[in-house]
């Protein structure tokens, strides 16, 4: 089997979820290999949980300066590794930073790329969501490895233990001029619940949330489903939930489980972000809502009503106090 090279998410101590689902996907087309550029001892820190899903080999490239700048140390990873055993595909998560990547790579390998895929089938064939959630093709690269940022969510993360070989990269100097150096950093304040683009269920709330403090009722309900929170940008624009949690075209892309929108009325720009999760649940008081559109449950009503009843209703079954 080729190998399929996978660029591992993590923040130093833990690999993020999505990389499961890469590892995952990877398995559709060959034998995963992770790709992971950290400080020193990263890999080995990380090991473990990328055999237990499956990494049948781990390319670690380490330096003390490979955090420091944007995504560059990524890129050249992912070309050595590209460079050593001519891999069957790269694939990385479609988040801003994998999505730069994704771009850089397939220019440093002139081959083909392919962003926003939802699914991977066995010959390579993608399914992507275009113009805006707009459309979905099927799509290949014709030419060359192709590089693929699959969106968080679109495959399930599974358990399947390997004994990965481990093989060290000698990344190249930085060429710090012409790269962007990351100054700072700052954690997000994530609290208690799952980050927006890792979790199951996702409760988003809308301009119809009226307010800061009706986000309560959106809180809620997402910690009754052990879900996130996310947010229309219209209620983030309006100051009622920070940025951050921003779902759609110029937010963050989800594809839970299950999608709660509440008080969101449905606009394209905010489908994009969250039209391939798996169940839609919508309530609005308009039943003309564009958003029932790609609903699978719709409640037309007043969430301030709607919302509490299910919450008490799924807290009530979950056992949750
Ligand atoms: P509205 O469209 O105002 O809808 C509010 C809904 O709440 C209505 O349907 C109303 O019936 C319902 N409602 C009101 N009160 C209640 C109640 N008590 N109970 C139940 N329902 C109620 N938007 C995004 O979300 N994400 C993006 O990434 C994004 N990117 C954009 C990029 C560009 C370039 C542009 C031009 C726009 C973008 N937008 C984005 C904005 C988008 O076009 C919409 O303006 C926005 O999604 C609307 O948010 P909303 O549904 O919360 O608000």
Do not use: C, W
């Amino acid at each position: 089997m080729p190998d399929v090279l996978v660029l591992v998410d993590h923040d130093g101590e833990r690999v993020h979820q999505t990389t499961y689902e890469l590892l995952a996907a990877a398995r559709r087309l060959g034998d995963p290999a992770a790709v992971l550029v950290g400080t020193p001892g990263t890999a080995a820190r990380l090991r473990e949980s990328l055999a237990r899903h499956g990494a049948t080999g781990v390319y670690a490239a380490e330096s003390t300066e490979a955090g420091e700048f944007a995504g560059s140390a990524a890129v050249d990873a992912l070309q050595l590794a590209a460079g050593t055993v001519a891999p069957a595909a790269v694939l990385v998560s479609a988040t801003t930073d994998g999505k730069e990547v994704a771009g850089r790579l397939a220019a440093r390998l002139d081959t083909g790329v392919l962003i926003d895929a939802v699914d991977l089938d066995s010959s390579g064939t993608v399914t992507q969501v275009v113009f805006g959630g707009s459309y979905t093709v099927r799509s290949e690269v014709t030419h060359g490895i192709p590089v693929i940022a699959l969106r968080p969510g679109s495959f399930e993360p599974e358990e399947r233990p390997a004994d990965p070989v481990e093989h060290e990269l000698v990344l190249p100097p930085i060429d710090s001029a012409a790269s962007a150096r990351v100054t700072a950093r700052r954690a997000a304040l994530a609290g208690e619940r799952p980050a927006l683009t890792e979790a199951s269920v996702v409760v988003s709330g809308g301009r119809g949330v009226a307010g800061a403090d009706g986000f309560k009722v959106v809180e809620d309900l997402a910690d009754a489903l052990g879900g996130a929170v996310g947010a229309s940008r219209a209620a983030v624009d309006a100051g009622y939930y920070p940025h951050q949690y921003q779902v759609g075209q110029t937010g963050k892309s989800v594809s839970p489980q299950l999608y709660i929108a509440l008080g969101i009325s449905g606009a394209i720009q905010h489908l994009a972000g969250m039209q391939t999760s798996k169940t839609i649940v919508a309530v609005n008081k308009d039943a003309e809502a564009p958003v029932f559109g790609v609903a699978d449950y719709g409640v037309v009503g007043d969430l301030f009503s709607v919302a509490p009843q299910l919450t008490r209703e799924v807290a009530a079954r979950r056992g949750v106090a």
